[in-house]
């Protein structure tokens, strides 16, 4: 194993347009956290002997020394998203080693690795010890979970509200703590969150989890009040109803079986669409009671989710006439992005160039890149030579194009909580021309994943491709924010009332683009307001053509040219990316 004595630093090479779209209050940087100095030990904490007593010695240390080095040189010449991240890997490198040298715990090891990758702040990246970060969290079991659950073991599901408190928004019946839609979680045993949280990252608990845009992080940290409640003995809740701070034991929590939430989407119930009740819900869709609006909210692009999103997409915008559509990403783990490519090819008029992957062009220079291949690989039925940018032309992953498409006002919905293939199929909607996008940037998860196989109960992984809109083929998707047109969230009072306020602002959008002639007719029905009526049932047959009418000349010869496309020098080498 090779041990460069190298310093390395990798910084922006120019302000990204889209970070300064978006202002930060908060003040968590894209760092690798204190200066490290060569002789730097396990943090000074309450933690730490807990953290080494529980799981026991581990592995040999020269054992864990290979990892840490097989890994730390995997990201120091393939890793392709350093761009716009202020990380000293080489000091990195000088801060952890000698303290792994010197012998450490299981839980110490878990540790650095698992920090070692947050530092990268990319979530496609980790180096988790299962056996550790698997453990139920607990005082005996002290682990860090950054962002939220789908089920919480809260028996509750809550947001991050713009004060930095965890905005609950929906209740599972009969919670042992009386908590309510409204009320918000401040912070643990008389104590802000927000310190708290900056306390247990300097502890340096064994973490997982994590956002990979500035502001995706600040999310994460703060809805990381929702799930880490075990490690503290009372709760502080600032009650909606009454203004007053309760401190309650965390201890009616502790049940065997769990009080678990319901699906948390970010949002609340829709009257008229159908809300997510087990993971394999991928999509749900309807019509908004009261109006002619259709509704799709998309879980995860996994599992039969190209299937029903273009059922959805069929169903709500090509039977009958409808006012608008809103697509919910808010809530999105991602998966296979060109699931969503046939549903999209009913929504635009002509197949649209997207993104192209770059990957490292040379192991010594963390910012040098070249366009990404890859090898050949089937996707949507079809064999591509590799990762060409006609793959990513919308509606084109099977290379038919739908002459159908949509001229309504489109809402996309999205948070934080939306990544990987989930921040794409939200980044493909911005290029539809009467698209608008409301809510918070997605996690900025944009980059492709491989994993490593280095240990037995460990799951490692990197990001080896890191993607560019091929209009501006120099500036990377990694660690940017999303362009958001309305940025709003839930508000308490709105939550209380059971009103999702983000829905509420699209829904209002969307009535404001409907044709004078089209409101009248809909008062004159009586259907008023998002909260009354039944919704419609809209049903067209499906119908795809080889032929591309309306396809330019150039993108032809994109189709046409994916061998030529391919780089003389990318490497042949295996990668799997989530969102091809």
């Not at 910084?11 to 690798?32: E, G, M, Y």
């Not at 490690?231 to 909606?240: A, N, W, Y």
């Not at 192991?363 to 366009?371: A, E, G, I, Q, S």
Request: with cysteine; charged share 20%.
């Amino acid at each position: 194993m090779r041990h460069r004595p190298r310093h390395l630093k990798s910084r922006a090479v120019k302000r990204r347009p889209l970070l300064s779209l978006l202002t930060l209050a908060a003040t968590v940087c894209l760092t690798a956290g204190p200066a490290p100095t060569a002789n730097a030990q396990a943090p000074d904490s309450k933690w730490q002997p807990t953290i080494d007593a529980r799981w026991g010695p581990g592995l040999p240390t020269e054992r864990k020394l290979e990892i840490f080095d097989e890994f730390w040189t995997t990201i120091d010449e393939r890793f392709a998203a350093f761009q716009d991240l202020d990380v000293d890997w080489q000091r990195l490198r000088e801060r952890y080693r000698p303290e792994i040298a010197a012998g450490v715990s299981r839980g110490r090891f878990a540790a650095i690795m698992s920090h070692l990758a947050l530092a990268l702040r990319d979530s496609h990246t980790f180096a988790n010890d299962q056996g550790v970060l698997n453990t139920p969290r607990s005082p005996q079991a002290p682990t860090l979970l950054l962002g939220g659950a789908i089920f919480s073991r809260l028996g509750a599901c809550a947001t991050a509200h713009d004060d930095g408190s965890a905005l609950i928004y929906a209740v599972a019946p009969g919670h042992p703590l009386g908590l309510q839609p409204g009320d918000r979680i401040l912070g643990y045993d008389g104590r802000p969150w927000r310190e708290l949280v900056q306390e247990l990252l300097a502890a340096e608990l064994p973490v997982t989890g994590g956002g990979s845009s500035p502001s995706a992080f600040e999310d994460t940290l703060v809805r990381a009040a929702m799930v880490n409640w075990q490690l503290f003995e009372t709760i502080d809740i600032l009650k909606h109803a009454s203004g007053t701070v309760e401190h309650l034991s965390t201890a009616p929590l502790r049940t065997t079986p769990p009080s678990l939430s319901r699906f948390c989407t970010e949002g609340m119930v829709v009257p008229g669409v159908p809300t997510p009740r087990e993971p394999s819900d991928v999509v749900t869709w309807g019509a908004i009671d009261g109006t002619r609006i259709g509704y799709v909210r998309v879980t995860a692009w996994q599992e039969d989710a190209g299937k029903q999103f273009t059922d959805a997409i069929e169903e709500l915008t090509q039977g009958r006439e409808s006012d608008g559509l809103i697509i919910d990403f808010r809530v999105n783990s991602g998966g296979n992005m060109f699931l969503g490519d046939a549903g999209l090819g009913m929504l635009f008029d002509r197949p649209v160039p997207t993104i192209a992957f770059a990957e490292r062009a040379d192991p010594l220079d963390h910012l040098k890149m070249r366009p990404f291949v890859g090898e050949p690989a089937e996707f949507c039925g079809i064999p591509w030579q590799g990762f060409a940018p006609s793959l990513y032309v919308i509606d084109m992953c099977d290379r038919t194009y739908d002459p159908r498409s949509y001229d309504r006002p489109i809402a996309v919905l999205t948070s934080p909580a939306a990544g990987s293939s989930g921040d794409q199929v939200a980044l493909r909607m911005t290029y539809h021309p009467h698209a608008r996008v409301f809510g918070k940037p997605t996690q900025g998860l944009f980059t492709s994943r491989t994993f490593l196989e280095l240990e037995a109960g460990w799951s490692i992984a990197y990001a080896p491709a890191n993607p560019y809109r091929i209009d501006d083929p120099h500036d990377y998707l990694a660690h940017s924010e999303l362009p958001v047109d309305e940025p709003l969230w839930l508000r308490p009072d709105d939550v209380a009332e059971g009103e999702d306020t983000v829905v509420d602002a699209a829904v209002h959008w969307i009535n404001s683009q409907t044709p004078k002639t089209l409101r009248r007719r809909r008062r004159r029905s009586g259907a008023a307001s998002l909260h009354q009526c039944a919704h419609r049932t809209l049903a067209q047959p499906r119908y795809r053509t080889a032929q591309p009418a309306g396809v330019s000349d150039g993108m032809r010869q994109t189709l046409a040219s994916d061998q030529a496309r391919a780089s003389a020098d990318a490497r042949p080498e295996p990668v799997t990316l989530l969102h091809p």
